[in-house]
T-cell receptor, first 116, second 115 residues
């Protein structure tokens, strides 16, 4: 158990809909990362938050957005869903965002999104 | 920008045999290097990491990896594979000075263990 909790574990929805994925980082971790894992794209970095502020952006679509709340949990919002958004979405956390970071990311078990 | 190549999509190894999974990276300076393992239905777990110093790094579950700057490689090895090692293995590279933002992962190597 990594200590990172993601909900829901599975989600099935239709094209055009909007969903929210939730992540609770490990106790004490200030950084949250979101990754998308799909068969054709592999594991792609989406976005990172540190203590409520966006720190880095990767291959995140404009239809997707995220935020980190004062209690450090994070939500990833996916809107106007398309078939190609079907994937496993991982949240990871780490202790810090700067050079003091040991580099270890602790991953949750993921949220599997299926868009029909 | 950094990148990672894992040339083997699938590898099958007999139980008890040795294992080597290949990883090549591209980065202008000395990178941070990681190996993660993903078991079915699970998240990724860190096996080992290289930051600096000794180029032979020991990890959990009997794994080790060797950083070879001249070959831009960070291959993962295990002397004797167990059936429970069957999983997908990801090599990742992080750029120094970025706080490990945007860790870049390879496409993964799926390890199958035959009896």
């Amino acid at each position: 158990d990594s200590g990172v909790t993601q909900t829901p574990k599975h989600l099935i929805t239709a094209t055009g809909q909007r969903v929210t994925l939730r992540c609770s980082p490990r106790s004490g971790d200030l950084s949250v990362y979101w990754y998308q894992q799909s068969l054709d794209q592999g594991l792609q970095f989406l976005i990172q938050y540190y203590n409520g502020e966006e720190r880095a952006k990767g291959n995140i679509l404009e239809r997707f957005s995220a935020q980190q709340f004062p209690d450090l949990h994070s939500e990833l919002n996916l809107s106007s869903l398309e078939l190609g958004d079907s994937a496993l979405y991982f949240c990871a956390s780490s202790t810090s965002a700067g050079t003091g970071n040991t580099g270890e990311l602790f991953f949750g078990e993921g949220s599997r999104l299926t868009v029909l | 920008a950094q990148s990672v190549t894992q040339p083997d999509i699938h590898i099958t190894v007999s139980e008890g045999a040795s294992l080597e999974l290949r990883c090549n990276y591209s980065y202008g300076a000395t990178p941070y290097l990681f190996w993660y393992v993903q078991s079915p239905g699970q998240g990724l777990q860190l096996l080992l990491k290289y930051f600096s110093g000794d180029t032979l790094v020991q990890g959990i579950k009997g794994f080790e990896a060797e950083f070879k700057r001249s070959q831009s490689s960070f291959n993962l090895r295990k002397p004797s594979v167990h059936w429970s090692d069957a999983a997908e293995y990801f090599c990742a590279v992080g750029a120094r000075g970025t706080g490990f933002q945007k860790l870049v992962f390879g496409t993964g190597t799926r390890l199958l263990v035959s009896p």
